[in-house]
Each structure stands twice: as structure tokens, then as C-alpha cells.
């Protein structure tokens, strides 16, 4: 069966330093990976996607980057984070050939930048 | 251009009533895909149902049932005798065919008092 790790679960940085949320897929092959981020009692903001290893897509130009060196890790990276970037952040995956298919996201990482 | 709308942002009711949260979607795809997710207080997406526009035949799983009308372009979701479990975050999404990713609705804050 599949299952989706992110770490760390919670994290709390000051403004100005680096980040760096990773996320693994096991169990399956060529998934399509996302970043979601979800400010406090709000919706889910997508922020990029990777459909194959090296291939990201951003939807939100913004102060964070992500990369994706394996074909089932993800990470998400910034060089200087701001008081805007706290919020809760969720990897999520789905079968290659487009989102057609259901969407499973992982547990989560609580950023608060102070 | 693809929209969720999810026009109740929250829902408070007493144990064992039925509840239903309406979703209303927008697209000019013939073929789409269309999904419910529930969000409990632990914060991770669980997925609940995927249903493709082809589909119509309401779908019942326990307390809960699916009501697609593409007449009216809703995708309604239903929880019958409502627990206090059932308290979460529900959000709506849909996906048109191809699409490499998921359009969310801002979601509907349920709260089951005892």
C-alpha cells in the first residue's frame, strides 16, 4: 500500500532564515507530487506541482521554491522566510496521467514563523 | 474556467440530525471529476469520494450519500445522523480531464454538538 511522510510535523522559525519541508511517497512509482499551503481557517492554496523528477510547476510566485531530486520525494525550500509564509503545509500525491484520480495528501508540517 | 463554490463557510447542528453541504462547481469540460475530502481537527486531507461527470448515480456509504446533478451543476454531500465525529473541515474539489491538478472549494466548517 502507499503511504505519504512529510517532515517535520511542526516547526517554528524566526523571519529571515532558511526552510526546508521535505516529502517522501512509498509504494508507488512516477506519482505526481503537491504543495499545499493552508493559512489559519482558510482554504487550501496550492503551491507547486511536479509530475516527473525535475519537473515543477509554480502556481503562486512567491518567496519559496520547491524541487524534486527523486522520483518520490518533494521538497519545499526557502532561503528567508517571512511572517506571511506560517501556515500548515501538505504534500499530497496522485497517479501519474493528471488528476483524474483521487488526490492522498500526507499528515502535514505546522510552520510558525516569529 | 474551472470554480468550486461552497457557499456555507459554517454548519453548527445537534447529534443525530442530518446535515447536507452543497457544493456548486463550473467548468466547460464534458468530461470532469469531482471530489469530496473531509479535514478533522488533526488537520490531514482524507479522501471520501471521487465521481466522474458520466456518473450521475447517487452514491451511499453508511451515513453518508452523494447527491451529483449536473442539471444544476452540484455535487451535494449528505450525513445522516450526524455524530460528533463527523466535526471537520469538508471540502469539495473538481478536476477537468487532463488537468494536472485539483480546483478546491474554500471548504465548509461542520461542527456535531452533543
Known amino acids: 500500500s502507499q503511504t505519504i511522510h512529510q517532515w517535520p510535523a511542526t516547526l517554528v522559525q524566526p523571519v529571515g532564515s532558511p526552510l526546508s519541508l521535505e516529502c517522501t511517497v512509498e509504494?508507488?512509482?512516477?506519482?505526481?507530487l503537491y504543495w499545499y499551503r493552508q493559512a489559519a481557517g482558510r482554504g487550501l492554496q496550492l503551491l507547486f506541482y511536479?509530475?516527473?523528477?525535475?519537473?515543477i510547476s509554480s502556481e503562486v510566485p512567491q518567496n519559496l521554491s520547491a524541487s524534486r531530486p527523486q522520483d518520490r520525494q518533494f521538497i519545499l525550500s526557502s532561503k528567508k522566510l517571512l511572517l506571511s509564509d506560517s501556515g500548515f503545509y501538505l504534500c499530497?500525491?496522485?497517479?501519474?496521467?493528471?488528476?483524474?484520480?483521487?488526490?492522498?495528501f500526507g499528515p502535514g508540517t505546522r510552520l510558525t514563523v516569529t | 474556467a474551472q470554480k468550486v463554490t461552497q457557499a456555507q463557510t459554517e454548519i453548527s447542528v445537534v447529534e443525530k440530525e442530518d446535515v447536507t453541504l452543497d457544493c456548486v462547481y463550473e467548468?466547460?469540460?464534458?468530461?470532469?471529476?469531482l471530489f469530496w475530502y473531509k479535514q478533522p481537527p488533526s488537520g490531514e486531507l482524507v479522501f471520501l469520494i471521487r465521481?466522474?461527470?458520466?456518473?450521475?448515480q447517487n452514491e451511499i456509504s453508511g451515513r453518508y450519500s452523494w447527491n451529483f446533478q449536473k442539471s444544476t451543476s452540484s455535487f451535494n454531500f449528505t450525513i445522516t445522523a450526524s455524530q460528533v465525529v463527523d466535526s471537520a473541515v469538508y471540502f469539495c474539489?473538481?478536476?477537468?480531464?487532463?488537468?494536472?491538478?485539483?480546483?478546491f472549494g474554500q471548504g465548509t466548517r461542520l461542527t456535531i454538538n452533543p
Open positions: 499530497a500525491w496522485t497517479r501519474g496521467q493528471g488528476s483524474s484520480y483521487e488526490q492522498y
Open positions: 509504494g508507488t512509482s512516477n506519482p505526481n
Open positions: 511536479s509530475v516527473g523528477i525535475g519537473q
Open positions: 467548468t466547460r469540460d464534458t468530461t470532469y471529476y
Open positions: 465521481r466522474n461527470s458520466f456518473d450521475e
Open positions: 474539489a473538481l478536476s477537468d480531464e487532463g488537468a494536472q491538478k485539483l480546483v
